[in-house]
C-alpha cells in the first residue's frame, strides 16, 4: 500500500467547510483512496473512496487530483459531532484474503464552536 | 441490523489470567479482523478471518489466538496477559463481495487493562 501524509491536526469553525489535505504520491495505477474517521472512544467509522473521479456521498465530498498523488476530504458544513481523527489511506482493491486496512497517524480535526 | 457487536466493554486483567473478547456481526460478512490500537496510535492487525475455519495472522498476532467456527462470530482468546497487552481492541468486518463499495464495519471496542 502506498504510503499517505497528512497534517497532524487542525481546526475548522462550526459550519464552515473543513478541508483535508492528504499526500499519496507513489500511488499505484489500481489503488484507491479512503478515507476513514474515529470519533473518540468508537471504533474507525467508513467516509469515502475513490479512485481517480471526484466522489460525493451524504457525508463528503473526495477530490484527488488528476495526477492522483493528492486528495483533498472535504466536509461542506463542519458541525461539533465531525471533531474525530481523519485517516487517509491508499491501497488496492484486493478480492481475497488479510485485505487489512493500514492506519497512520491521521489529522486530528477540532470543530470549534 | 445491530452491526459489529464487541463484549465487554472494559475489562481489567492480572498479569497471567486469561479471557475471550468477543465479536459477532449480523451482516453475513466473510470477512472478519481484530486489530489493537494502542493510546495515541493507528491500528494494528492481530488476525483475520476470510470465512468460518479460515483463519490468519496479521502483523502482531503474538499473544493471541482466534477461531471462527461460524460466520457471525470471530472470537480473540487471550492466553497469558500481559502488561504489553494493555489496549482497546477493535473487531471488523466486511463483505467478499467484489464490489467498489469495500468498506470495513467496526465494532464499538473493548478496552483492556493488565495489570
Known amino acids: 500500500d502506498a504510503k499517505t501524509t497528512q497534517p497532524p491536526s487542525m481546526d475548522c469553525a462550526e459550519g464552515r467547510a473543513a478541508n483535508l489535505p492528504c499526500n499519496h504520491s507513489?500511488?499505484?495505477?489500481?489503488?484507491?483512496v479512503y478515507w476513514y474517521r474515529q470519533i473518540h472512544s468508537q471504533g474507525p467509522q467508513y467516509i469515502i473512496h475513490g479512485l481517480k473521479n471526484n466522489e460525493t456521498n451524504e457525508m463528503a465530498s473526495l477530490i484527488i487530483t488528476e495526477d492522483r498523488k493528492s486528495s483533498t476530504l472535504i466536509l461542506p458544513h463542519a458541525t461539533l459531532r465531525d471533531t474525530a481523527v481523519y485517516y487517509c489511506i491508499v491501497r488496492a482493491l484486493i478480492k481475497a484474503a488479510g485485505n487489512k486496512l493500514t492506519f497512520g497517524g491521521g489529522t486530528r480535526v477540532l470543530v470549534k464552536p | 441490523n445491530a452491526g459489529v457487536t464487541q463484549t465487554p466493554k472494559f475489562r481489567i486483567l492480572k498479569i497471567g489470567q486469561s479471557m475471550t473478547l468477543q465479536c459477532t456481526q449480523d451482516?453475513?460478512?466473510?470477512?472478519m479482523y481484530w486489530y489493537r490500537q494502542d493510546p495515541g496510535m493507528g491500528l494494528k492487525l492481530i488476525y483475520y478471518?476470510?470465512?468460518?475455519?479460515?483463519?490468519d495472522k496479521g502483523e502482531v498476532p503474538n499473544g493471541y489466538n482466534v477461531s471462527r467456527s461460524t460466520t457471525e462470530d470471530f472470537p480473540l482468546r487471550l492466553e497469558l496477559a500481559a502488561p504489553s497487552q494493555t489496549s482497546v481492541y477493535f473487531c471488523a468486518s466486511r463483505s467478499s463481495v467484489a464490489a467498489a463499495q469495500e468498506t470495513q464495519y467496526f465494532g464499538p471496542g473493548t478496552r483492556l487493562l493488565v495489570l
Open positions: 451482516m453475513n460478512h466473510n470477512y
Open positions: 478471518s476470510v470465512g468460518a475455519g479460515i483463519t
Open positions: 507513489t500511488i499505484s495505477g489500481n489503488e484507491y
